[in-house]
C-alpha cells in the first residue's frame, strides 16, 4: 500500500464517481432499498478509498466470492460460513434482537438447520443413534412476565461426538435433530448427546481464509435451539458447556455469557430421570429454561 498523499484533483474524481453513483438510485421507488443501496455504495465506495485497494486484489475478492458461491448448494451454505466467521451474522442478530426484559439471548442460527426434521414425543430421544454421551436436557418455556408458554416448539439440532451433523454424510442418513413440542405446563425434555467442540466446514474458501488469518476453525460445544410459539419473537439459540476452553474463541462468535450452562455428568448405573436403560453407560444432564420475548418487542 502506497502512503503518498492522494491529490486533491485525484480525490475529487474518486469522490465525484461515488456521487454519480448514489444519484443513479435517485428514481429507486422503494424508500428501505434506496437507502440500503446507497449506503451500501457509501461504505463501499469509502473502502477502496481508504485501503487505496488494488485491481489484483479486488480481482482476487470476486474470485473469492465466486468460489464460496460454487461451494454453496442445499446442503451446505457457504455464505452463511462467510458472515459468521466475520462476525456479521452475530451483529445482525444483536441488531434484530434487543434485550427484552428476562429474555433469552439469541445466537448464530449455522448452516445446517433442516427444516421438517422428525417430531419427537416429550421425553423422547432425538439422537438416532449418533455417536456420544447420551444427555438428558429438561427446561420450562415462559414469557419474559413468568407465564407459561404451553404447546410451544421446539426445533433442536447438534453434531456428534465426532463433530459432524447428519447432513455432513453423503447416505441420506437422519440423526441428532428432531422438533418436539411444550407440554400444557410450558415444560420439554428429551434425550440428546453432549456437546462436544467441532471445526465448522473448513475445507472451501472461508477454511482458506480462516487459515490465511491465523484463526481456528472451531466451535465451543454446543446445542442449536429455535423456539416459536405464536405472539412471541422466533428465538434461535444455543446452549454452551461451562468450562469448554473454546468458549472465548468460538470461530463464529457466538457465545454468550447468559447461554453458558453446568452440566451435570452421572456415572454409568446411576437412574435415570425417565428409568430409560443406557446399558452401563455414563450420561449427562443439564436444564435450561428459555424466556420468550413478544412478537412486538423492540
Same mark, same amino acid.
Given at each position: 500500500?502506497?502512503?503518498?498523499?492522494?491529490?486533491?484533483?485525484?480525490?475529487?474524481?474518486?469522490?465525484?464517481?461515488?456521487?454519480?453513483?448514489?444519484?443513479?438510485?435517485?428514481?429507486?421507488?422503494?424508500?428501505?432499498l434506496?437507502?440500503?443501496?446507497?449506503?451500501?455504495?457509501?461504505?463501499?465506495?469509502?473502502?477502496?478509498?481508504? =485501503?487505496?485497494?488494488?485491481?489484483?486484489?479486488?480481482?482476487?475478492?470476486?474470485?473469492f466470492? $465466486?468460489?464460496?458461491?460454487?461451494?454453496t448448494?442445499?446442503?451446505?451454505?457457504?455464505?452463511?460460513?462467510?458472515?459468521?466467521?466475520?462476525? #456479521?451474522?452475530?451483529?445482525?442478530?444483536?441488531?434484530?434482537?434487543?434485550?427484552?426484559?428476562?429474555?433469552t &439471548?439469541?445466537?448464530?442460527?449455522?448452516?445446517?438447520?433442516?427444516?421438517?426434521?422428525?417430531?419427537?414425543?416429550?421425553?423422547?430421544?432425538?439422537?438416532?443413534?449418533?455417536?456420544?454421551?447420551?444427555?438428558?436436557?429438561?427446561?420450562?418455556?415462559?414469557?419474559?412476565?413468568?407465564?407459561?408458554?404451553?404447546?410451544?416448539?421446539?426445533?433442536?439440532?447438534?453434531?456428534?461426538? &465426532?463433530?459432524?451433523? /447428519? =447432513?455432513?454424510?453423503?447416505?441420506?442418513?437422519?440423526?441428532?435433530?428432531a422438533?418436539?413440542?411444550?407440554?400444557?405446563?410450558?415444560?420439554?425434555?428429551?434425550?440428546?448427546?453432549?456437546?462436544?467442540p467441532?471445526?465448522?466446514?473448513?475445507?472451501?474458501?472461508?477454511?482458506?481464509?480462516?487459515?490465511?488469518?491465523?484463526?481456528?476453525?472451531?466451535?465451543?460445544?454446543?446445542?442449536?435451539?429455535?423456539?416459536?410459539?405464536?405472539?412471541?419473537? $422466533?428465538?434461535?439459540?444455543?446452549?454452551? =458447556?461451562?468450562?469448554?476452553?473454546?468458549?472465548?474463541?468460538?470461530? #463464529?462468535?457466538?457465545?454468550?455469557?447468559?447461554?453458558?450452562?453446568?452440566?451435570?455428568?452421572?456415572?454409568?448405573?446411576?437412574?435415570?430421570? /425417565?428409568?430409560?436403560?443406557?446399558?452401563?453407560?455414563?450420561?449427562?444432564?443439564?436444564?435450561?429454561?428459555?424466556?420468550?420475548?413478544?412478537? /412486538?418487542?423492540?
Amino acid at each position: 500500500m502506497s502512503d503518498s498523499p492522494i491529490s486533491a484533483e485525484q480525490s475529487a474524481r474518486e469522490l465525484d464517481l461515488t456521487n454519480r453513483v448514489l444519484r443513479s438510485f435517485d428514481g429507486t421507488h422503494d424508500p428501505r432499498l434506496k437507502y440500503l443501496m446507497t449506503e451500501l455504495v457509501t461504505s463501499l465506495h469509502d473502502y477502496v478509498r481508504r =485501503v487505496r485497494l488494488t485491481e489484483a486484489e479486488w480481482n482476487a475478492a470476486i474470485a473469492f466470492l $465466486t468460489r464460496v458461491g460454487h461451494m454453496t448448494n442445499d446442503r451446505r451454505q457457504e455464505f452463511i460460513l462467510l458472515s459468521d466467521v466475520l462476525g #456479521v451474522s452475530m451483529q445482525t442478530i444483536a441488531v434484530n434482537n434487543e434485550a427484552v426484559g428476562d429474555a433469552t &439471548e439469541a445466537t448464530v442460527f449455522g448452516p445446517f438447520f433442516v427444516a421438517d426434521a422428525p417430531e419427537i414425543p416429550n421425553g423422547g430421544d432425538l439422537a438416532g443413534e449418533a455417536p456420544g454421551e447420551p444427555a438428558w436436557v429438561e427446561g420450562t418455556v415462559t414469557d419474559i412476565d413468568g407465564r407459561v408458554v404451553p404447546g410451544a416448539r421446539l426445533e433442536v439440532w447438534e453434531a456428534d461426538e &465426532e463433530g459432524l451433523y /447428519d =447432513v455432513q454424510h453423503d447416505d441420506g442418513r437422519v440423526y441428532g435433530r428432531a422438533h418436539l413440542f411444550a407440554d400444557a405446563e410450558g415444560r420439554y425434555r428429551f434425550w440428546g448427546l453432549f456437546p462436544t467442540p467441532y471445526p465448522i466446514p473448513d475445507d472451501g474458501p472461508v477454511g482458506d481464509l480462516l487459515r490465511a488469518a491465523g484463526r481456528s476453525p472451531y466451535r465451543a460445544s454446543h446445542l442449536h435451539f429455535m423456539v416459536t410459539a405464536p405472539g412471541y419473537r $422466533t428465538l434461535v439459540t444455543h446452549i454452551f =458447556v461451562r468450562g469448554d476452553e473454546l468458549l472465548d474463541h468460538d470461530s #463464529v462468535f457466538g457465545v454468550k455469557e447468559s447461554l453458558i450452562h453446568d452440566w451435570e455428568h452421572h456415572a454409568a448405573g446411576d437412574a435415570t430421570p /425417565d428409568g430409560r436403560d443406557l446399558d452401563g453407560r455414563t450420561w449427562a444432564s443439564t436444564r435450561f429454561d428459555i424466556v420468550l420475548a413478544p412478537v /412486538d418487542a423492540i
